[in-house]
T-cell receptor, first 113, second 111 residues
Framework: QQKVQQSPESLTVSEGAMASLNCTFS??????FRWYRQHSAKGLEVLVS????GEKEEGRFTAHLNRANLHVSLHIREPQPSDSAVYLC?????????????FGLGTTLQVQP | NAGVIQTPRHKVTGKGQEATLWCEPI?????VFWYRQTIVQGLEFLTY????????DSGMPKERFSAQMPNQSHSTLKIQSTQPQDSAVYLC?????????FGAGTRLSVL
């Protein structure tokens, strides 16, 4: 049974400073990693998807994957107060073209002006 | 593209009543997923369909919960004899190439 854990539970950064979020997973066969953002009382927004070791950048969001260490991270460059939200790590093993995503409990990010 | 549409947005039921939640996936997406979100448990996988066929319902409580996908354009999650612990936000998502696109959710409150 896949276990996904995120750290820290909460993070406060100043506007413009780099924010770094961590996620570890238990299933080494996982091949599909996504970071989502959820603003209060709103739906989930996918930020970046990564499928192989290394780095994937989408605008100000960069994911780093190291499958050997069972670790994926998200770095947010120049965060703004509007980036304050819950960030969710999701992991799955794709078979065919679908696979169920297992989510971590999230990191609550607060960006202070 | 209106995205994944879930109705109703909020539902309040009395203990023991039935609740039916509706989901309209994005047109052309072959897979539909149901998740439940609570503060304590986070996002929990319930079940998913691919091309309308049930694929994995390992997250569904064995009693009282059922899901169907009678056609490509909608799926339903039914909870019989609702209990206060069923109170949560129920999220539907449809999938294209492994990425899940979520609806806004249905907030179920069982009094």
């Amino acid at each position: 049974q896949q276990k996904v854990q995120q750290s820290p539970e909460s993070l406060t950064v100043s506007e413009g400073a780099m924010a770094s979020l961590n996620c570890t997973f238990s299933d080494g066969t996982s091949n599909n990693f996504r970071w989502y953002r959820q603003h209060s009382a709103k739906g989930l927004e996918v930020l970046v998807s990564i499928f192989s070791d290394g780095e994937k950048e989408e605008g100000r969001f960069t994911a780093h994957l190291n499958r050997a260490n069972l670790h994926v991270s998200l770095h947010i460059r120049e965060p703004q107060p509007s980036d304050s939200a819950v960030y969710l790590c999701a992991v799955s093993t794709i078979t065919g073209n679908t696979g169920k995503l297992i989510f971590g409990l999230g990191t609550t990010l607060q960006v202070q002006p | 593209n209106a995205g994944v549409i879930q109705t109703p947005r909020h539902k309040v039921t009395g203990k023991g009543q039935e609740a039916t939640l509706w989901c309209e996936p994005i047109s052309g997406h072959s897979a539909v997923f149901w998740y439940r979100q609570t503060i304590v448990q986070g996002l929990e996988f319930l079940t998913y369909f691919r091309n309308q066929a049930p694929i994995d319902d390992s997250g569904m409580p064995k009693e009282r919960f059922s899901a169907q996908m009678p056609n490509q354009s909608h799926s339903t999650l039914k909870i019989q004899s609702t209990q206060p612990q069923d109170s949560a936000v129920y999220l539907c998502a449809s999938s294209s190439q492994g990425a899940l696109y979520f609806g806004a959710g249905t907030r179920l409150s069982v009094l």
